[in-house]
Nanobody, 115 residues
Framework: QVQLVESGGGLVQAGGSLRLSCAVS????????MGWYRQALGKQRELVAL???????NYADSVKGRVTISRDNAENTVYLQMNNLKPEDTAVYYC?????????WGRGTQVTVSS
C-alpha cells in the first residue's frame, strides 16, 4: 500500500511559478514510476510528467520546457516545478505511483492560473 499526499497548489497569475510536492508513505526505491497528472474541469485526466525508477523523465508536449519533475529520495518526495504558467494549466493536479502491479493516486491539489 502506498499513500500519496499532494501540496503546493494555489492561485497564481499567468507567467508565475508553483512547485507541487507529493509526499510518499514509503521509500521511493521500489516504485516503478512516479508521475503527475492533471484534470481540468470537463476534461479527461492527462499525464503531465513521469519519472521512471532509473531516473529518466517524460513530459507532455504542452508543458515541455516549462515543467520539471524531480524526486528527493531522502525525503520520499516527488516535486513538480512549474514555470511560466498559463491559464490552460488550470486543473487539479494528481500524484501517482506504480508499485508492483498496482497504481496509486493522491487526492489532488488545485492549481488555478489567472490571466
Amino acid at each position: 500500500q502506498v499513500q500519496l499526499v499532494e501540496s503546493g497548489g494555489g492561485l497564481v497569475q499567468a507567467g508565475g511559478s508553483l512547485r507541487l510536492s507529493c509526499a510518499v508513505s514509503r521509500s521511493l526505491f521500489g516504485l516503478n514510476t512516479m508521475g503527475w497528472y492533471r484534470q481540468a474541469l470537463g476534461k479527461q485526466r492527462e499525464l503531465v510528467a513521469l519519472i521512471i525508477s532509473g531516473g529518466s523523465t517524460n513530459y507532455a508536449d504542452s508543458v515541455k520546457g516549462r515543467v520539471t519533475i524531480s524526486r528527493d529520495n531522502a525525503e520520499n518526495t516527488v516535486y513538480l516545478q512549474m514555470n511560466n504558467l498559463k491559464p490552460e494549466d488550470t486543473a487539479v493536479y494528481y500524484c501517482a505511483a506504480t508499485y508492483g502491479a498496482s497504481l496509486y493516486w493522491g487526492r489532488g491539489t488545485q492549481v488555478t492560473v489567472s490571466s
